[in-house]
C-alpha cells in the first residue's frame, strides 16, 4: 500500500477512534452530574477580591489593610462559591489564619521599612492556591490517581517553596486530571471541577481546578504545570492569564507525576492569576536562580515588536474548526495593534503547524540521550503497585467498577498504537525541526507570534471525548520549547470566555508577558464570572 494512502488511513482510525470514544462521553452527558440553581456563580461583593496580588501585598506591607482580612475575605468566597465549581479539594483554612496572623504581627512590629519588605517578601500576605500535583506539605499529593489518595506530601514543591517564601499563603490544592494527562479536570479521588461561567462546561486541564479557582475569585494566584497545554487550557477555558516558560528556566521538582529524561525539558512549571501584573513578580519568585536566563528588566517599546498572527493550523483533519467566536477576536487584536499601537502586524501561514498533534506525540515517545525509553503511562496507573491491564479496566469501567477514568484507561489502551516506527518519528522529527527554525528565526528577539489557544471556547462536560487531539493548539509550543502567555479576551455572546496565545522566541518570555499587559488594558482582561 502506497505510504500516503497509508498515512490517510491512520488518520481516519485515529478520527474514528476518537469518535468512539466520544460516544461513551455522550451517553455520560445525558446521566448528568450535580444541579445548581444557577449556571454561573455568583458575582464578587468584596472589593479585596478584586484586587491583584501585587496590590494585595502593597496594601498589606503598608498596613492600610490586615492580612487576617484578606484571608478570610477569600475563605468566605471559597465556601459560597467551592461547593459549586470543585475547583479546591482540600483547604488548609486554620494553618491559613494563623500565617496571616503572624505576619499581621510581624507588621505591627515595623522593624522594617516598606521597601526592605517589599524585597523580602514581595507577595507578604497573598493568598495562593496550588495544582495538587505539586507537594504542598500536609496536603494530598496524588494527582487524581485512587492508589496514591493517602499520600501526604512531607514537604513542598520548590516553587510552592519559593513562593511561601516570598510570604504567600496556600489557601489550599486544587483539582487535576488523572495523572495530569487530559485537558478536563475529572477523576475517582476528587470528582469533576466546573466552569465557573457555565457550570455544565469544562474547566480544562490538567491544571483545570487551579484554573476555575483563580476565575471563580477563590484564589488571585495560583501555581501550574504544562506538559501539552496544561497551564494555558485552563487558563483560556477560565478566562485568566497562564504562562507557560521557557524550559529550564522554572524548576519542576516536588510533582507527580514528573517528566523525565527527553520529556523533561517539555514539562514547564508556572504562573496562573486573574490579572496580568502579577505574571512576572510570580515567574520572578518561582524561577529562582533560573530568572537569571531571561531578560526581564529590559525595556521594551511594544510598537516596536514585530506580530505575527495565523488564525487556525492549517487544516489537520484531527482537529476540530476554529471557532468563528475566536478568529473574530484575534482579528479584532490584529486590527487594535495595526491602528492604536501603529505596530507592524503579518499574517502567516506556517504549513507545518497542521501536524501539531503527530510533531508532540514524536516529542513524547523521543527517548533520552542515554537511550533510556520515556516512562509508560501505563507504569504511572499502577504507581509501582500491583500492574494495571488497560483492557480489564475498560471492562470494569463499563460496569462502574474501575478506579480510573476512561480517558486514563483509553490513553493507556492507545500508548504503544500512538508511538511511530523509527521511519515515522524520523518524518516527524524532522518536521518538528524545520518548524522551529522557521519560528525561531520568524520571530528573532523583537518578534511575537499570535495563535489560537484552542479550536473552541470551552466546551461541555464530556465533548473533549469526541475531539481528543484538539489539545495540539498548545502542545505543539512544548514541543517546540518556545515561551507562551495565554490572553484572556473578553467573553462571547454566550457568557463563555475568549482568548488568544502569544509566542516568542527561547528565552524571550518577557515580550509575551509585556504583550499580556497590554492586551489587558485593551481588552479587560479577567471578566467577574455571573455579571454576564
Not at 465549581?85 to 488548609?92: L, P, Q
Not at 475569585?217 to 492569564?241: E, H, L, Q, Y
Amino acid at each position: 500500500m502506497a505510504p500516503l494512502l497509508t498515512a490517510k488511513i491512520q488518520l481516519l482510525l485515529l478520527q474514528a477512534m476518537g469518535f468512539l470514544i466520544g460516544l461513551v462521553g455522550q451517553a455520560a452527558r445525558a446521566f448528568g452530574g450535580p444541579k445548581f440553581d444557577s449556571v454561573t456563580t455568583q458575582p464578587v461583593t468584596e472589593p479585596l477580591l478584586l484586587l491583584s496580588g501585587v496590590q494585595l501585598a502593597k496594601l498589606i506591607r503598608q498596613r492600610k489593610v490586615k492580612c487576617i482580612d484578606v484571608i478570610q475575605a477569600y475563605i468566605n468566597r471559597i465556601i459560597d462559591v467551592n461547593p459549586m465549581i470543585n475547583g479546591i479539594v482540600k483547604y488548609r483554612f486554620e494553618e491559613a489564619k494563623k500565617e496571616a496572623h503572624a505576619v499581621d504581627i510581624k507588621l505591627a512590629e515595623k522593624q522594617e521599612d516598606d521597601a526592605t519588605v517589599e524585597k523580602k517578601w514581595p507577595f507578604l500576605g497573598v493568598p495562593l492556591t496550588v495544582k495538587e500535583a505539586f507537594q504542598l506539605q500536609g496536603m494530598p499529593n496524588s494527582s487524581g490517581l485512587v492508589n496514591r489518595r493517602n499520600t501526604i506530601s512531607q514537604t513542598d514543591a520548590t516553587v510552592v517553596a519559593l513562593l511561601k517564601e516570598a510570604g504567600a499563603i496556600p489557601l489550599g490544592i486544587t483539582n487535576c486530571s488523572e495523572l495530569c494527562m487530559w485537558y478536563e479536570s475529572s477523576n475517582k479521588v476528587y470528582g469533576r471541577s466546573n466552569n465557573p461561567y457555565d457550570l455544565r462546561h469544562i474547566v480544562g486541564g490538567s491544571s483545570g481546578g487551579e484554573g476555575c479557582t483563580l476565575a471563580a475569585a477563590c484564589s488571585v494566584i495560583g501555581v501550574g504545570s504544562d506538559i501539552g497545554g496544561s497551564i494555558r487550557m485552563p487558563a483560556f477555558f477560565n478566562g485568566i492569564f497562564g504562562h507557560k516558560p521557557s524550559p529550564g528556566v522554572v524548576p519542576n521538582n516536588g510533582q507527580f507525576p514528573v517528566a523525565r529524561g527527553a520529556q523533561e525539558l517539555f514539562q514547564c512549571t508556572g504562573p496562573m492569576c486573574r490579572y496580568a501584573e502579577d505574571l512576572t513578580p510570580m515567574l520572578r519568585v518561582m524561577a529562582g536562580p533560573g530568572i537569571q536566563k531571561l531578560k526581564l528588566d529590559e525595556k521594551i517599546y511594544l510598537k516596536d515588536l514585530k506580530f505575527y498572527w495565523m488564525e487556525h493550523d492549517g487544516g489537520s483533519i484531527l482537529m476540530s474548526k476554529v471557532d468563528q467566536d475566536l478568529i473574530l477576536a484575534q482579528k479584532k487584536v490584529v486590527t487594535h495593534l495595526e491602528t492604536m499601537l501603529g505596530a507592524s502586524v503579518q499574517h502567516v501561514k506556517l504549513k507545518q503547524m497542521k501536524y501539531s498533534f503527530q510533531i508532540w506525540v514524536t516529542m513524547m515517545s523521543a527517548k533520552a540521550h542515554d537511550g533510556k525509553e520515556p516512562v509508560k503511562f501505563v507504569d504511572l496507573l499502577s504507581d509501582h503497585g500491583k500492574p494495571v491491564s488497560p483492557l480489564w479496566e475498560l471492562i470494569k469501567w463499563c460496569v462502574g467498577r474501575s478506579e480510573h477514568t476512561i480517558p486514563a484507561i483509553g490513553l493507556a489502551l492507545l500508548e504503544e498504537k500512538l508511538k511511530y516506527n523509527n521511519e515515522k518519528f524520523k518524518k516527524f522529527k524532522a518536521i518538528e525541526e524545520s518548524l522551529h527554525k522557521e519560528l525561531v528565526e520568524m520571530l528573532g528577539d523583537d518578534g511575537v507570534f499570535l495563535y489560537p489557544s484552542h479550536p473552541t471556547v470551552a466546551p461541555p462536560h464530556h465533548v473533549p471525548l469526541t475531539r481528543p487531539f484538539n489539545f495540539a493548539y498548545t502542545g505543539i509550543f512544548n514541543a517546540l520549547g518556545l515561551p507562551v502567555t495565554q490572553c484572556p479576551l473578553g467573553l462571547n455572546d454566550r457568557g463563555l470566555p475568549l482568548g488568544i496565545q502569544v509566542v516568542a522566541g527561547p528565552f524571550n518570555d518577557h515580550l509575551t508577558l509585556a504583550v499580556a499587559q497590554y492586551l489587558e488594558k485593551s481588552f479587560g482582561g479577567w471578566v467577574c464570572p455571573g455579571k454576564f
